[in-house]
């Protein structure tokens, strides 16, 4: 059974920085892509980066130069560093993994940017 466990959110004023990171359970890791979304109250989730099993990265428009996707094959993990937040980053980031046309979810961890 597949398993993402994500951690590292919590509460960070304006400019400051989190990382995230997923953890992969159950699951191919180094043929999977990987992303994470975010999802505000009210709003719908929204595709946050993205990178592929060769390293390719994509990131929002909202995000770039500010947060950067990686991964690490080895530990079967993806990271989110987040850095310079706004208030308008405040969302349950969650984790995605993709492979053989099945997509899995992890739980969520909350991010919130205020002072």
């Known amino acids: 059974q597949v398993q993402l466990v994500e951690s590292g959110g919590g509460l960070v004023q304006p400019g400051g920085s989190l990382r995230l990171s997923c953890a992969a359970f159950?699951?191919?890791?180094?043929?999977?892509?990987m992303a994470w979304y975010r999802q505000a109250p009210g709003q719908e989730r929204e595709l946050v980066a993205l990178?592929?099993?060769?390293?390719?990265?994509n990131h929002a428009d909202s995000v770039k130069g500010r947060f950067t996707i990686s991964r690490d094959n080895a530990k079967n993990t993806v990271y989110l560093q987040m850095n310079s937040l706004k208030p308008e980053d405040t969302a349950v980031y969650y984790c995605?993994?993709?492979?053989?046309?099945?997509?899995?979810w992890g739980q969520g961890t909350q991010v919130t940017v205020s002072s």
């Open positions: 159950g699951i191919f890791f180094s043929s999977a892509v």
């Open positions: 990178i592929t099993t060769s390293g390719s990265t």
């Open positions: 995605n993994a993709e492979r053989a046309q099945r997509r899995y």
